[in-house]
């Protein structure tokens, strides 16, 4: 559909994106903040990197501010850039039991999205510097706007959350980046609007991985023939949910290289998929035969590769351990490991027993640190 030239840019992102809002609507973080179910260590961590986040995003406006000849633009920018900054103090003074501090380390989506919108701040235009940081502020607005309309309780541990990003002065100055945004795309050329609308969606879609990667954790059994992997999350029940699960296989007619190739690549790709924070690699064990043993190791390595390139922090777990975890049995065999992953997760479907070790070294994870994970 070709967009009507007196549209605002606002009207036409918003719409053209709407697939997009509306899975960050109804995110399982957003839908268990609203109701008052979200684990607050999921919250915690969440908050720990926007905190670090809030540096960038408030970076990129003052580099978007100082390309402006207008000078009231400008003034509005800096004034935008000093309000979002402030938002580390309202977190510090709300939240302080969330261990807010610089000296964390960047997740790995969040590095992603602000070094998306730094880099098209300094290297493109203003319009289009403004549009790839845009998703920060509008997607709040209509996010928090919906938690007000539907959360189902007043008495809500993150109602201070909630109250600053509805408060007068938000909505203030979101509107303001919102006026400059349109009054840009009216400006701007066919070629602009266009890459406009491009960086905001793409912004849009970095989001959505910060919600995933804020949201569920990882786990991995390697193995060059076949790499199980699954998905689990912890409800605010604390019961294991699988959210999905799988196996990266190999043609065992290639070679070692091409093999481990095929691994590195499939599980980059669910990694992306699900966008987890945390992983859970069973540890190596010493087999009688030294050219098993040899292949194990080189799998594992590529999985641990993996995970350090996508930036995901690494846990890993004796065999008899996760065995122990589970069944209580520290030499438990396959049929007790998936009788016992079974009972724990219900309504479970998965044939391969390599995808059912990976679930068992996630539930394994999930119970030795509280929380959750991929495998």
Same mark, same amino acid.
């Given at each position: 559909m070709r967009n009507?030239?007196?549209?605002?840019?606002?009207?036409?992102?918003?719409?053209? &994106?709407?697939? #997009?809002?509306?899975?960050?609507?109804?995110?399982?973080f957003n839908v268990e903040l609203m109701n008052n179910t979200l684990d607050y260590e999921k919250f915690k961590f969440y908050l720990q990197q926007d905190f670090l986040y809030v540096v960038d995003c408030t970076r990129a406006l003052l580099i978007i501010a100082a390309k402006f000849n207008d000078v009231e633009?400008?003034?509005?920018?800096?004034?935008?850039?000093?309000?979002?900054?402030?938002?580390r103090d309202y977190y510090s003074k709300h939240f302080a039991d969330c261990g807010l501090s610089d000296s964390h380390k960047k997740s790995?989506?969040? &590095?992603?999205?602000? @070094?998306?919108?730094?880099?098209?701040?300094?290297?493109?235009?203003?319009?289009e510097g403004l549009a790839a940081s845009y998703p920060c502020f509008c997607l709040y607005q209509i996010v928090?706007?919906?938690?007000?309309? !539907?959360?189902?309780?007043?008495? =809500?541990?993150?109602?201070?959350?909630?109250?600053?990003?509805?408060?007068?002065?938000? =909505?203030?100055?979101?509107?303001?980046?919102? &006026?400059?945004?349109?009054?840009?795309?009216?400006?701007?050329?066919?070629d602009e609007r266009k890459n406009m609308l491009r960086f905001f969606?793409?912004?849009?879609? #970095?989001?959505?991985?910060f919600w995933n990667e804020v949201y569920y954790k990882a786990g991995l059994d390697p193995g060059i023939s076949k790499t199980g992997w699954a998905i689990i999350d912890l409800n605010e029940k604390n019961n294991i949910e699988f959210l999905g699960g799988g196996t990266i296989s190999?043609? @065992?007619?290639?070679n070692t290289d091409e093999r481990l190739y095929v691994i590195f690549e499939q599980l980059k790709k669910v990694i992306s998929l699900y966008s987890p924070n945390e992983a859970a690699v069973e540890?190596?064990?010493?087999?009688?035969?030294?050219? !098993? &043993?040899?292949?194990?190791?080189?799998?594992?390595?590529?999985?641990?590769?993996?995970?350090?390139?996508?930036? #995901?922090?690494?846990?890993?777990?004796?065999? @008899?351990?996760?065995k122990k975890s589970i069944t209580g049995n520290g030499h438990a065999d396959k049929d007790q490991m998936i009788f016992m992953v079974k009972q724990i997760v219900k309504n479970l479907s998965i044939k391969c027993h390599h995808a059912a070790d990976a679930l068992a070294v996630a539930i394994c994870h999930a119970y030795t640190k509280g929380s959750c994970f991929v495998e």
């Open positions: 009507d030239p007196k549209e605002e840019f606002y009207d036409i992102a918003i719409r053209e &994106s709407s697939d #997009l809002i509306e899975e960050i609507k109804k995110h399982p633009i400008m003034n509005k920018l800096i004034c935008v850039a000093v309000g979002t900054f402030a938002t790995r989506s969040c &590095s992603a999205f602000t @070094n998306f919108f730094v880099r098209i701040a300094y290297h493109n235009s203003v319009a928090v706007c919906h938690i007000v309309k !539907s959360k189902t309780t007043a008495d =809500n541990k993150y109602q201070k959350w909630i109250d600053f990003f509805s408060s007068d002065e938000a =909505n203030t100055m979101i509107d303001d980046v919102t &006026s400059i945004m349109n009054n840009l795309y009216e400006k701007s050329n066919d969606r793409d912004g849009l879609q #970095l989001e959505m991985e190999t043609d @065992n007619k290639l540890k190596i064990f010493v087999n009688k035969n030294p050219k !098993s &043993s040899l292949t194990l190791g080189y799998a594992r390595g590529v999985v641990i590769l993996a995970l350090k390139i996508t930036k #995901l922090t690494m846990n890993e777990y004796d065999a @008899n351990y996760v």
